[in-house]
């Protein structure tokens, strides 16, 4: 009844709690309210609650059981002993265990038992596969009243079993036959090979070969700079002979300057650095900082930590502006867990998480940890009077001596804590904010260890071990449970080096796969068997625009030549004051997010008519293309023959030369035209609306 009932507002004035975790409420509820009419103790078989449940009355929940299974007669019997109250002294679920946690069906293998066990806090343990709740992840796995998982479709779920107000994850792959599969055996360069192999050849499937160098080196330049390789540059990739050129390479991106640019991009985002809240200034100077701490090879924990326990001038000291961003404790709770644990606790606001193990309780002690943060507005110089969430101005901030969140479930004052872990006794007035950034920060919290190294692969690799990557929780594992655990003791073995981290994952074969499919590996879009396609984001693709037009866009507010990429903030200047220009109406389009939420779910880099449209018709494109002083025209006034000017045109846009049937249909367009200019802009135009620039492949 958790989904109807069990709800905020209840359905049909009968409300019980969320999984049945207020024991009392629900037994004053079921027996009480509503006349005591639920409850018929001189004939149990005409109470309402069954009634209702069998289907004998008009029930908008629909049939919940039927007159001949186990949960009626229970509650029959129940009923008609008078309906007891025994919450106090029947015996708590401490925990409950299943068995195969996971398990891995070969084709005709095509079902497994799941068995649930119970564990009483009177010792006791309990089989209650026939009770629990089974809720597969998608359409694969179907699983009946029994326990019984059978294959809908190949491929991997996660049951969720769920036992009153305890739940445990089941992983099940169902794998066709192949009975000619033979493991292709391919070397591994560290050990995220080794272990993503592991499970690739459980399952049957053959990684697909390596890309050859022209995709790797574009591949690597868009993840750790953000820009294309220039012609020159990946001419030179591809002549050298150098067995190891590939890490060299690595070596040679993850010092340039580009690095700290694409990386404080990515934290700009999900940090909300944003003009609206912070102003422009707030924006520069948090940017400034988040891109120097990058710079700097600061460790992540450290990072982190100097925004968690930040006060002061948001102008002069940058990381406070993280609080400037998350006005209210509950705010600043949610933003601090989903980014730096990869946790959701939105849902524990109102009843505890009905997907994990956190309670209403955990919510708002965790907030109280926020509730003395408080703000000096120096001033604020607001233009539009009526949108309170508009600062402009200096604002200090700073901690109270006092300061509480109210528990409206026990409405009382709830007591600090952190998540999940021991809590200090807090002094009265103590500050609350060092002693958690040392708590979250510190390398034994599994949970901030293996988020921040989540949000490291999930940005090289396309899609994150837990995704998404902001949703760590028993019911939502990782697809490869070692190779995160690994990763996460890298990081810290790396005193939570960026920059290690990155090298080590572009390194291994894993990440240098090609993205064409084999046999084996058509359906896998989770393991990692090989790269995914994925489309350029807004900045990336309208930077590689301007590499290869050679002229850059406007972006009002900031000089001439500035990257998109090195954009600080959304909106330096208000699209209602001035038109956005044609670089801001880009970004827009191909879903730069507002940064309204601390979420990497806020970026769209999906593809869409409307992006195909605007790639074909760009006003602002055309105009920067036909430019005299624009590559374009210089590479048509050049020395080149049609040959050159076609090759060094491929070479830049896509870091490859044109194939045969490529080079002579560009060669019969610049035969056929004129006016060589038109067709350099034709060619250009062309390979600019072309899959491979516009995708990462």
């Not at 955990?362 to 233009?383: G, P, Q």
């Not at 827009?588 to 999906?606: D, H, T, V, W």
Request: glycine share 4%; proline share 6%; hydrophobic share 40%.
């Amino acid at each position: 009844m958790g989904a109807c009932h069990g709800n905020q507002n209840g359905k049909g004035g009968f409300f019980l709690s969320l999984r049945g975790q207020d024991a009392k409420f629900d037994y004053r509820s079921v027996t009480r309210q509503f006349s005591s009419r639920r409850v018929n103790p001189f004939d149990a078989e005409r109470s309402l609650l069954l009634l209702k449940a069998a289907g004998k009355v008009a029930h908008q929940g629909g049939v919940r059981f039927r007159e001949d299974d186990v949960e009626y007669q229970i509650l029959r019997d129940w009923i008609a002993a008078g309906a007891p109250n025994s919450t106090s002294e029947a015996p708590r679920v401490e925990r409950i265990e299943v068995e195969p946690s996971e398990q891995i069906l070969i084709e005709p293998a095509d079902s497994v038992a799941i068995r649930v066990t119970a564990f009483l806090s009177d010792g006791t343990q309990r089989d209650v596969t026939r009770l629990a709740c089974y809720e597969p992840s998608n359409l694969a796995a179907e699983v009946d009243r029994d326990g019984i998982a059978r294959r809908q479709a190949f491929g991997e779920s996660t049951v969720m079993v769920r036992y009153l107000n305890h739940q445990a994850p089941v992983r099940l792959a169902f794998v066709p036959a192949r009975p000619d599969f033979a493991w292709s055996d391919p070397p591994a360069e560290n050990f995220i090979d080794s272990l993503i192999y592991d499970k690739l050849r459980a399952l049957h499937v053959n990684p697909s070969d390596l890309c050859d160098d022209t995709v790797f080196m574009r591949r690597a330049y868009l993840d750790t700079l953000g820009i294309l390789p220039t012609a020159d540059e990946a001419r030179a990739f591809v002549a050298d002979s150098h067995p190891r050129k590939r890490a060299a390479l690595i070596d040679t991106l993850l010092a340039r300057p580009e690095f700290a640019d694409h990386w404080a991009l990515k934290w700009s985002d999900i940090l909300r650095n944003e003009e609206k809240v912070l102003d422009a200034t707030g924006v520069e100077k948090f940017h400034a900082w988040i891109r120097q701490s990058i710079a700097e090879a600061k460790p992540l924990d450290q990072f982190v930590a100097e925004m968690v326990a930040a006060r002061g001038s948001t102008y002069e000291n940058p990381p406070a502006n993280y609080y400037r961003a998350n006005r209210d404790p509950s705010t600043r709770g949610e933003t601090t867990a989903r980014l730096f644990l990869g946790v959701r606790l939105q849902c524990a606001r109102c009843h505890n998480h009905p997907f994990d193990r956190w309670t209403q309780d955990d919510y708002y002690s965790w907030a109280a940890l926020f509730a003395r943060v408080d703000y000096e507005i120096v001033e604020n110089k607001r233009t539009d009077k009526n949108d309170k969430n508009e600062y402009v101005g200096e604002q200090i901030v700073l901690v109270k001596d006092e300061g509480e969140v109210q528990n409206p479930a026990r409405k009382a004052t709830a007591v600090p804590a952190f998540l999940g872990g021991a809590t200090p006794e807090f002094e009265k007035q103590a500050d609350r904010l060092p002693p958690l950034a040392d708590w979250l920060t510190a390398e034994q919290n599994d949970l901030f260890v293996k988020s921040q190294a989540n949000f490291i692969w999930y940005h090289l690799m396309g899609r994150g071990l837990v995704d998404p990557i902001d949703d760590f929780r028993a019911t939502n594992p990782a697809v490869n449970p070692p190779l995160l655990d690994a990763l996460a003791a890298e990081l810290v073995a790396a005193n939570f080096d960026l920059r290690h981290l990155v090298r080590m994952i572009m390194n291994s074969r894993v990440y240098q796969l090609s993205t064409e499919p084999n046999d084996t590996n058509l359906e896998d879009e989770s393991n990692f068997s090989r790269a995914l396609v994925r489309r350029l984001s807004a900045e990336q693709l309208l930077d590689a625009q301007s590499q290869v037009v050679g002229v850059s866009p406007r972006f009002n507010g900031y000089p001439a030549g500035t990257r998109a990429g090195q954009i600080a903030g959304v909106h330096r200047v208000k699209p209602r004051s001035k038109p956005p220009s044609d670089g801001d109406r880009f970004l827009m389009s191909f879903g730069k997010p507002e940064r309204l939420l601390a979420c990497e779910c806020e970026r769209s880099n999906e593809t869409s008519l409307s992006h195909a449209l605007m790639l074909i018709s760009d006003e602002g494109l055309q105009q920067r293309l036909t430019q005299p002083q624009g590559f374009a025209a210089r590479l048509a006034a050049s020395s080149l023959d049609h040959a050159g000017v076609i090759d060094e045109l491929f070479w830049t846009a896509l870091s490859r030369p044109p194939h045969a049937d490529e080079q002579a249909a560009a060669l019969e367009l610049f035969q056929r035209v004129e006016d060589r200019a038109s067709a350099v802009q034709d060619l250009t135009w062309a390979l600019l609306n072309a899959k491979e620039f516009i995708f990462r492949r």
